[in-house]
């Protein structure tokens, strides 16, 4: 607890205080504001005396996923990210969407699309999360201490920080099918409220390290997933949720894609009832609030921006997979510096602080970027509170800059946590 919390807060005053150097840009001898300005990577190669191509309404960035790892085998496929505007620029905010389809060589498919979208002149707030997987994950167990001991995980370059089979995790197989989409009406400028539907199952799981058939002499062996489906009365092999929400919202982000400045705030509470098909009737408080702060007039792309979310079982109980986890966002990115699902609980704390600068200063097509971030997580059953343990992460990355319009960019990053690191490669932003 105590290295977690020296690490962030070390981190945190470091990026503080790098972020708030003042701005050096002599004005003498240099090029004028009006020639400084983001532009794409594509504008390099692009002649001097050419005009500039208008706006495209619509912008795609389409990037093959490879990689490779010991739970995923080869992984081949493709993903990216999307932008559009559903009505004039002045009035419509752009919209985003982040997609994948992949394929393994143990046979595994991925597929996702997540969208965030404003209908014309903003009148609706649509939020999208539609996955499905025949999939492999380890899991850890419930808090943010779990495996009580060390575990060590070896580096694996992938597209999203896929899982590897290191020492101290329980590989679990299953089909996954999510359906989530949150539909909110303007009530006010930059304030939304509305409704969802979630679905989410889990069918044909495969709990691989566990062993109840002693005959013979085997060793008899029970999992984290197993022994929690048991003491809470859940079926171990097949099991999902479904819920209607009540959501909220207030977005004053200049550019929903990459933002330079605003903030984003989303409250949901979820009731997932049995009437609609879930095992067992629960109820979660969700919690999304970021905040976004150019540094530069002469340089926007120089921000500060902070990400805090939480989710919260208030009543209820619902099944290990459905519990939060890093990872487990709409975006996939939380927990940079851990893979996906290395801490889960009934109660999640993240938090996560990011300086973006840019490195050519006057195009502003190449930037950087250093965070750092904390987790923590609850285990009712072993009386495991939020901040008993916190565990924290920390890293670097670079930006360039695809579409100056979406401000959609490259990004390639490393992180670093508590005997942990990961790569990083994606088209869309972590938060």
């Known amino acids: ?4 919390l020296t690490v962030l807060l070390c981190s945190v005053f470091t990026i503080v205080v790098m972020a708030q150097q003042p701005d050096t840009t002599n004005d003498a001898g240099t090029k004028s504001a009006k020639d400084c300005y983001p532009k794409s990577l594509g504008s390099i190669f692009r002649k001097k005396d050419a005009p500039p191509k208008p706006p495209k309404d619509f912008t795609a960035l389409i990037l093959p996923n490879i990689s490779s790892n010991p739970a995923n085998g080869l992984l081949l496929g493709v993903g990216g990210s999307l932008g559009w505007w559903f009505g004039p620029k002045e009035t419509t905010h752009i919209s985003g969407a982040g997609f994948t389809a992949a394929w393994t060589t143990k046979n595994q498919w991925i597929f996702f699309f997540k969208s965030n979208a404003y209908s014309k002149n903003d009148r609706l707030f649509m939020q999208g999360d539609w996955r499905f997987y025949v999939y492999s994950l380890p899991t850890y167990g ?5 495996p009580p001991d060390s575990v060590r995980v070896d580096p694996s370059w992938s597209w ?4 590897t089979d290191e020492s101290g995790a329980y590989p679990l197989k299953y089909n996954y099918i999510k359906l989530h989409e949150i539909v909110s009406y303007k009530i006010k400028p930059n304030f939304y409220g509305g409704i969802g539907f979630h679905f989410d199952k889990y069918i044909d799981i495969v709990d691989d390290s566990l062993n109840l058939d002693t005959a013979g002499g085997k060793k008899y062996y029970v999992t984290p997933h197993y022994a929690y489906a048991e003491y809470y009365g859940f079926d171990a092999e097949n099991y999902g949720t479904t819920g209607l929400s009540l959501n909220f919202v207030y977005d004053s982000r200049d550019n929903l894609i990459n933002p330079y400045k605003g903030m984003f705030f989303n409250v949901n509470l979820k009731q997932n009832v049995t009437w609609l098909g879930s095992d067992k009737n629960s109820t979660f408080l969700f919690f999304d609030a970021r905040y976004y702060k150019s540094l530069s007039k002469k340089l926007p792309r120089h921000v500060i921006g902070g ?7 208030v009543a209820g109980r619902a099944p290990y997979l459905t519990l939060q986890a890093i990872g487990d966002d709409q975006r996939a990115r939380s927990g940079r510096g851990y893979i996906q699902g290395r801490f889960r609980g009934e109660q999640m704390l ?3 602080v990011e300086w973006r600068f840019p490195i050519s200063k006057c195009t502003q097509i190449l930037g950087g970027v250093v965070f750092v971030n904390a987790t923590t997580a609850s285990n009712n059953y ?3 509170k939020l901040f008993d343990y916190v565990m924290p992460g920390f890293g670097v990355g670079l930006r360039v800059m695809i579409n100056a319009t979406s401000r959609t960019n490259l990004n390639l ?3 670093i946590g508590k005997e942990s690191k990961g790569f ?5 932003e972590t938060f």
């Open 413 to 415: 990053e490393y992180g």
């Open 350 to 352: 993240y938090g996560e």
């Open 160 to 163: 999203m920080a896929a899982p």
């Open 382 to 384: 072993r009386d495991i």
């Open 307 to 313: 990400w805090l979310w939480g989710n919260f079982m």
């Open 142 to 146: 419930l808090g943010t201490d779990s």
């Open 1 to 4: 607890m105590k290295f977690a």
């Open 424 to 428: 990083y490669f994606s088209g869309a």
